[in-house]
């Protein structure tokens, strides 16, 4: 099987487990979320449905696929053989899910020695199963996505998020008083994961964030790339967890510009 097949293999695979530990983390929600612990900080949130979520995944790639590597957010750290190593986020927005907001999903991404091959992102709430392999387009439900054509940043509507790390956050806000005024507007939805795929379907122009997890991206990157997204960095370079935008063509130069532009600004005040 070449990596072509074996990309759509490994979608279908993804989406059916992302759709079976959202079935999970919804009877949880519903039975009481249970109880919670910390990580990086005070506002970074864990809870047991974090971790069975990710046991539940783990077990069945161990089960289906033992020769793959695997990586999840709550501390899964398996060596593969096989070429193939999957990223898993568990609960992507777990403040949300812990406050009863719908914006959290299950995020799975697989990748090889080429990068991202197939993910899945599953958004329990809203019933919503987006995915990709790379070559085979994007997809919501079956049927297939695409970018927004908005040319103009004053009618861009964009999507971000902000660090866990107190000073992080404030320095993310401030940055966003520079660019608010030059964009339609902002959206803070709460997880990366759907974030990237609501630009993949046109639900919003583009999203940029820093100090991500590699398994923020594995999936909604790809998927966003597949609906004819273009993703990098900050500086010119490839997309890397540490700095990630994502848009459509005709605004990503644009948007970067201006980010840039509102960090060089933020940094001549202080």
């Not at 072509?4 to 009481?32: K, P, S, T, W, Y």
């Not at 096989?82 to 907001?101: A, R």
């Not at 919503?128 to 103009?152: K, V, Y």
């Amino acid at each position: 099987m070449d990596h072509h097949d074996l990309g759509e293999q490994l979608r279908q695979f993804a989406c059916d487990l992302a759709v079976r530990a959202g079935a999970l983390i919804v009877e949880g929600r519903h039975n009481g979320v249970g109880s919670v612990d910390t990580k990086s900080t005070a506002t970074d949130l864990v809870t047991v449905f974090d971790r069975a979520s990710e046991n539940l995944i783990v077990g069945s790639l161990r089960e289906h696929r033992p020769n793959d590597g695997i990586v999840g957010e709550e501390g899964t750290s398996l060596t593969g053989v096989s070429g193939i190593d999957w990223l898993i986020d568990p609960i992507d927005g777990t403040t949300n899910f812990f406050y009863g907001l719908p914006g959290y999903a299950v995020s799975i991404g697989a990748r090889d020695t080429h990068g991202s091959l197939a993910g899945a992102v599953f958004v329990p709430t809203t019933n919503e199963l987006f995915s990709a392999a790379r070559g085979h387009g994007a997809w919501l439900n079956g049927e297939r996505i695409g970018c927004s054509s908005t040319t103009s940043l004053s009618q861009a509507l964009v999507a971000t998020g902000f660090s866990y790390q107190p000073e992080l956050r404030r320095k993310h806000m401030e940055r966003l008083t520079h660019i608010i005024g030059d964009v339609r507007d902002i959206r803070r939805f709460g997880a990366a994961a759907p974030d990237l795929c609501y630009v993949a379907a046109g639900r919003v122009d583009a999203y940029f964030e820093e100090h991500l997890g590699p398994w923020d991206l594995a999936a909604g990157e790809l998927i966003a790339r597949e609906a004819g997204c273009i993703s990098g960095d900050l500086s010119g370079g490839p997309v890397r967890p540490a700095q990630v935008l994502v848009s459509n063509p005709a605004l990503f130069e644009p948007l970067r510009a201006l980010i840039n532009k509102a960090d060089a600004i933020c940094a001549a005040e202080n």
